[in-house]
């Protein structure tokens, strides 16, 4: 067993451990704590991929940003049990209806997609960060261009409802 | 990767022997920096600091430590007895993680064998700091929260919002930086440096807002509001006691620290020093030197950081937002902005 | 309203410029302050090794004072322990026996005199009080110590050394 394996295999045990947790856990900033580990977890992965640009944005908007916001509105919101508003029944049965379908789709869309051969985590040097920009600021120049846009609309709509 | 495939022993062995040199000098520099603090303070209002202990009171910090350490371990029974360990615990493993990718000298060469001191020269290497900063807010908001004390939480909820705000002008400013040197690994920055001139000379504005946004990432004077005593008790670590007190004052001191070294490296050409080429000295002892002049800079920041500290009273919450979202953030794109233009005229005029 | 002195100046409500917003040329100035106090002579006194000099008229410890002859000056006359406004000063009387004109200077003397320090106020009405010259105030003051009690003087802690017939010290 090389160490890319057992690396491998470790750091799956971890995301999949605590994306469980999320779900399963009753205090909902152990369910953030979990998701955090789970997000380091995927970052890891990305590190075994060789794509370290992804890695370290992964860590800083996801775990460094967002997973704070999070925190930061379940701590001043103080959930706890006793609070916990009471769950109706058809509350359930939307959520396992959505559930599943959404697991429909997702089945749907893999069992036509091809997986396209992977090559081995050494010789892709896609991930580092000179050839992903040139990428993105080439080929992909007006998606990104388009997600910035996007992001801009979002910021402004924030503010416009920050100003209300 | 490379160093998971082929297993260079040698090549373990000396990054491990570099990691624990590299953790055991931040942790001795953190320690001697509440000596320096304390004898700075003591200067700056004309008193003489600790000189009791030992010659000129050097023994304090291991004084203090050995305080620390006999203190009684206090958790709250309204505390979360899990969250409550690990928020110390995060602080201080996010202080230590960032030390990895800073090139604290150029390369040793032992017979054929040449040892970069760098432990992880990644070519991502100033956005893992990005990235360790971010988590770093962890430790504040993990042990605020789990005090189950309203002062605590308040000074948690201060310092995560605080670093979230200042992480933008500084990766903005830094994007400035990026743009001259076209690279992000901090050897490369370094070595550019060195041949060419120091980048505080090309960027002083992008310099500045790095400095503000360290200070306020660092909770240090003026921005120290996570733990401004007179309103919140002491902040986030007002409840604990003994060593988790102590790992939660060392993960600070380590976090200056190492900013004095990432802006020393960033903007004051590293372990790079004037002539260094020119001198016709071995490369072995030019290296040497380097460190020597890597660790000048770092010692000449902390310095600063501390000479601010006893000078600058502290901001209003509202004025520490205002600074950094409505003058850091917009002054960061403007410097962004004219790089780019000067730059792109650089290149090719005004066609 | 008028001004009591001619060297007060009316506040500048003025709004700032922009120079003056920029802050950075007021923290410089600031920084530049700290930096010369760190060059100036320190105030702090290192005190067991160097001691501030005292005063001509400063009141400490107080002491009980002997003659010419070795012999006690006190004669419990209680003026002191009058004069207290701390009430810091007890004695006791007793009559000189045959024999003892030796130690003693008047007929009666102190055989107990306490000066609880704690209480004490340093005031010198006892020294202004004494007919007999016999309690003065020193340049020393109360060291620390670890019980309340030790710090209420009797005799032996105030009489100065007998300089006809020095005691051994059994300590």
Redesign the interface.
Known sequence: M???LI?FTVLSAVAIASALGVILSKNP?NSV?CM?TCFVAIAGHY??L?A??L???H??VY???IM??F??VL??MNLNADIEPQKRNWLKYAGAISGGALLLVLVAALRDASVPAIQS??ATDIG???NLGKTLFTSYVVPFELSSVLFLSAMVGAVVIGKK | MDLMTSFDWSFVIEKLLLISAVLGLSLLIAMYSTWGERKVAAWIQDRRGPNRAGIFGLLQPLADGGKLFFKEEIIPSTANQFLFVLGPSMAMLTACLTSAVIPWGDVLYFGDRAVTLQIADVNIGVLWIMAVVGMGVYGIMIGGWASNNKFSLLAACRGASQVISYELPMGLALIALFMISGSLSLKDIVEQQRSGVWFVVLQPIGFLIFLICAFAECNRTPFDLPEAENELNGGYHLEYSSMKLGFYLFAEYINMFISSALMATLYFGGYSFPYMDSLGLSPNLVTILGICALFLKTFAFIFFFMWVRWTLPRFRYDQLMKLGWKVLIPLALLNMLITGAVILYRQNGFN | MQTLTNRAIPVDRRPMTFWEKMYLPAIAKGMGITLSHIFKKKATVNYPEETRPFSPVFRGLHILNRDEEGRERCTACGLCAVACPAEAITMEAAERLPGEEHLYREEKYAARYEINMLRCIFCGFCEEACPKEAIYMTETFAPSNYARKSFIYGKDDLLIPDPKHPITVNK
């Open positions: 090389g160490i890319d690396i900033v704590l955090i590190i075994m060789n370290q640009f890695f370290v944005v860590l800083i775990t460094g940003a704070v916001l925190l930061f701590m001043m985590g050494n580092l960060i000179k």
